[in-house]
């Protein structure tokens, strides 16, 4: 059983968090714990993208950005995912770096320290040398840069269908089992 946080940042593309959540409330039997930590700003870019507050409704347990006594800012809260979507390009140089100040930092700075899986779904483009350096860091201190890239041999048909693209790529390399379209697969869904 995963133990996972989700963290989302203020940068656009409030619909995969949306939609990851949405799938991994559906994967409960997957795992043990699900903890959200929100910026104020993600909250704001979740309104003006998705055009409501539904952050509010999910049943996950949520932390303050600056709550260090959640159990996930501690190796020994043996969470083993973490999953950043969408992960800002300055949370994810705070992070290369090693800035943890706030609860988002020091929880993927325990991610990494303890070889556990941090996934950042990086949503920018196009990508400055700055990003590059910081993506690779990460990358060679054992994270999985992700970019939001959506694949389109599914032949998604709406918005919503695009973006499942990637959240369910997020979520095979979470280690969660999931139903997708595979390569090779029909494509009837």
């Not at 693209?165 to 139903?179: C, F, Q």
Request: proline share 3%.
């Amino acid at each position: 059983m995963h133990k996972i946080v989700v963290a989302i940042t203020g940068a656009s593309g409030s619909l995969y968090a949306s939609l990851l959540l949405n799938k991994l409330a559906q994967l409960k039997m997957q795992w043990a714990e699900l903890s959200v930590v929100m910026t104020e700003n993600a909250k704001q870019v979740w309104e003006t993208e998705l055009g409501h507050a539904t952050y509010k409704n999910y049943t996950a347990r949520f932390f303050q950005q600056n709550d260090f006594s959640a159990p996930f800012a501690s190796g020994s809260g043996q969470y083993d995912t973490m999953i950043i979507v969408p992960c800002s390009m300055g949370t994810l140089g705070r992070i290369a770096t090693g800035v943890s100040s706030d609860l988002i930092t020091r929880a993927a700075d325990v991610i990494l320290k303890e070889r556990r899986k941090l996934i950042c779904v990086v949503r920018d483009t196009p990508f400055n040398l700055i990003h590059i350096r910081n993506m690779e860091t990460v990358t060679l201190a054992g994270g999985i840069i992700c970019p939001a890239s959506p694949s389109f041999y599914s032949r998604p048909q709406t918005i919503e269908a695009v973006a499942a693209t990637v959240v369910d790529r997020v979520l095979d390399l979470a280690g969660l089992d999931i139903s997708t379209f595979r390569w090779g697969e029909s494509n009837e869904q």
